[in-house]
């Protein structure tokens, strides 16, 4: 079977790549990757407040030079069983297309088209400010998160915010003051060499080139302002909340400056421990005590930096005191059962046959890591990756150094 993972690389001549994959299906998936977000919305750049880069992903598919009628290209994309979406970043703004192999030609001249020489209009930008108001009356009340525990413990126990809520939607004042003449000049930014093309399915190279010859493209350098993740408050504390009946015990770490290697081992090893075939906390906890129905592991990385929490959920205060005198002597009691660790490496391969089953979940991956690391890595080297960890030596620096009493933090959910 051939690499899922494995793309091509064609240089254009204006010096930006095209990763590709041939794969034989009636349809293509294209991804544009552009290297403006929302940590470019600021006053320093060209175009720059807050807000911007959001505005300008609503209004990129409106009109265009070729294709001036309000709304043509996601009717003609559309009508044709195609889809067409954007998504801001916070250092790049994704474009996606996908549609029949047979229109993808046509479809791609138009979307490059409202990407380069997008048309404002006065009356577009109003209908927008009121949508792009009402997007952040929405995300506002639980921000960066969506619900009340994940927003207290993300804002006040750890700090994951990379941009303030202000810099990514702009506030009422930001929208009144987008204009044609700002989005014509923050879209100035969209024309960079370091833009990433990726595309998946049945396609003429060439014909791709061509579309993208017609446009100049250049070295562009913006400033950025982003934060970085933290702790806020260090010592263990509890707070009460009115979403929950019971206690739910937290433990979580934050880290700056981490390899793809560590990454994987932190992954590896949180899933190790809490899942539910043979994980050693899951077994402890609930197969054996009855305390706690479903603990959850969960992991969020950007860049090398990266934040983990272990939720477990509990009945009474006397679970959590167990739970606390224990948990640490329970995780290192498996980097010691070398057979464990060996089942969970093949447990993970094994389930990795079901991965990228479906070109959409290839491109997503390979985003992921072109936008991380400048290069898609394939199915072998994650594999790779994973069997780093069948020698336990290996998964005792991944505990020590992420996962041991000196780095983690615990925090006290209660019921209200
Ligand atoms: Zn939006």
Redesign the pocket.
């Known amino acids: 079977m051939k690499d899922r993972l494995f793309f091509k690389i064609k240089k254009m001549s204006n010096g930006i790549d095209i990763h590709y994959q041939k794969v034989d299906v009636p349809f293509v998936y294209l991804s544009i990757i552009i290297p403006v977000g929302s940590t470019h919305s600021i006053s320093t750049n060209e175009g720059g407040i807050n807000g911007v880069a959001?505005f300008l992903?609503?209004m990129i598919f409106e009109r265009s030079k070729n294709f001036p009628e309000k709304g043509v290209l996601e009717k003609f994309v559309d009508l044709n069983g195609g889809y067409i979406n954007a998504d801001?970043g916070l250092e790049e703004t994704i474009f996606y297309l996908s549609i029949s192999n047979k229109l993808f030609d046509k479809a791609m001249s138009r979307f490059c088209e409202h990407l380069f020489n997008p048309v404002f209009k006065e009356e577009d930008i109003k209908i927008q400010r009121e949508?792009?108001r009402n997007?952040r009356k929405q995300k506002e009340r639980y921000y960066p998160e969506n619900n009340e525990i994940d927003n207290y413990l993300n804002t006040k126990w750890m700090k994951t915010e990379r941009v303030p809520i202000r810099q990514l939607f702009g506030s009422d004042s930001d929208l009144n003051k987008i204009d044609i003449k700002i989005l014509e000049r923050f879209n100035c930014n969209y024309r960079s060499k370091k833009i990433k093309v990726l595309v998946s399915g049945k396609f003429n190279l060439k014909n791709i080139e061509k579309i993208f010859s017609k446009y100049f493209f250049q070295n562009i350098k913006l400033k950025k302002n982003i934060e970085h993740i933290d702790w806020k408050e260090k010592k263990y504390k509890n707070k009460k909340f009115k979403d929950i009946k019971h206690p739910i015990y937290v433990i979580g770490g934050i880290f700056n400056n981490i390899s793809l290697k560590d990454e994987w081992g932190i992954r590896f090893l949180g899933i190790l421990l809490t899942n539910y075939s043979h994980g050693p906390l899951y077994t402890w906890l609930r197969k054996e005590k009855g305390i706690s129905y479903s603990m959850r592991f969960s992991d969020d990385s950007y860049g090398k930096e990266i934040f983990w929490k272990m939720y477990i959920p509990t009945n009474k205060m006397a679970d959590v005191e167990e739970i606390r005198l224990n948990i640490h002597k329970k995780i290192k009691e498996i980097l010691n059962d070398a057979k464990l660790i060996k089942n969970e490496v093949k447990r993970r391969l094994y389930r990795r046959v079901f991965f990228y089953q479906d070109i959409a979940d290839r491109m997503d991956m390979a985003e992921n890591y072109l936008i991380r690391d400048g290069v898609i890595y394939t199915e072998k080297y994650f594999d790779n990756l994973t069997k780093i960890f069948e020698n336990s030596k290996e998964l005792e620096k991944i505990y020590d150094k992420y996962f041991s009493k000196k780095v983690v933090r615990e925090f006290l959910c209660l019921s209200k």
């Open positions: 959001h992903e609503h801001v949508i792009i997007e």
